[in-house]
């Protein structure tokens, strides 16, 4: 078991494949599935330094390509949410995120609180193309920021 694994993550590492892998992470990882693409990005990049610009990039792709299917569930829950009435802890939040507009999602990149908010950004209504360009300009400096730092390039 020990040697598949070892072989499995030998593959996953390699060019042709690293940055395939690192896509579908950051992508999953950016609906509401708890997990996180940084460590994907580490080890691509750490394995192969010449690829972090185009781990970066696909990362950013990924990330908010997932980001954008989390608006889009969120703006086809709208209609569900409605239903229920809202504490107003809620509907100040709601206001808030109304307030803001697009610019919300450059927030998208938090932790916990990240995807969900493509989801509320979705089911508000918020402009998608707007919206998505301020996830990926979150996401983008996310993955820059993270990466960086964990080579020990700041």
């Not at 579908?24 to 690829?51: C, I, R, Y």
């Not at 829950?77 to 999602?105: E, F, I, M, N």
């Amino acid at each position: 078991m020990q040697a598949w694994l070892e072989h499995l993550l030998a593959l996953l590492a390699l060019p042709e494949y690293g940055l395939s892998t690192v896509f579908v992470v950051s992508f999953v990882s950016a609906t509401l599935l708890p997990m996180g693409s940084e460590p994907a990005v580490f080890g691509l990049v750490k394995l192969n330094p010449d690829l972090f610009w185009s781990a970066i990039a696909v990362a950013t792709i990924g990330n908010t390509l997932g980001g954008a299917l989390t608006w889009a569930m969120g703006l086809a829950s709208h209609q569900v949410v409605d239903r229920y009435q809202h504490s107003k802890h809620h509907l100040r939040a709601l206001d808030w995120l109304q307030r803001l507009g697009p610019k919300a999602c450059l927030l998208a990149w938090l932790p916990v609180v990240g995807d969900p908010l493509c989801a509320v950004a979705g089911w508000l209504k918020l402009p998608f193309w707007p919206s998505v360009a301020y996830m990926a300009i979150g996401k983008f400096g996310r993955y820059v920021v993270m990466t960086a730092a964990l080579l020990g390039i700041f």
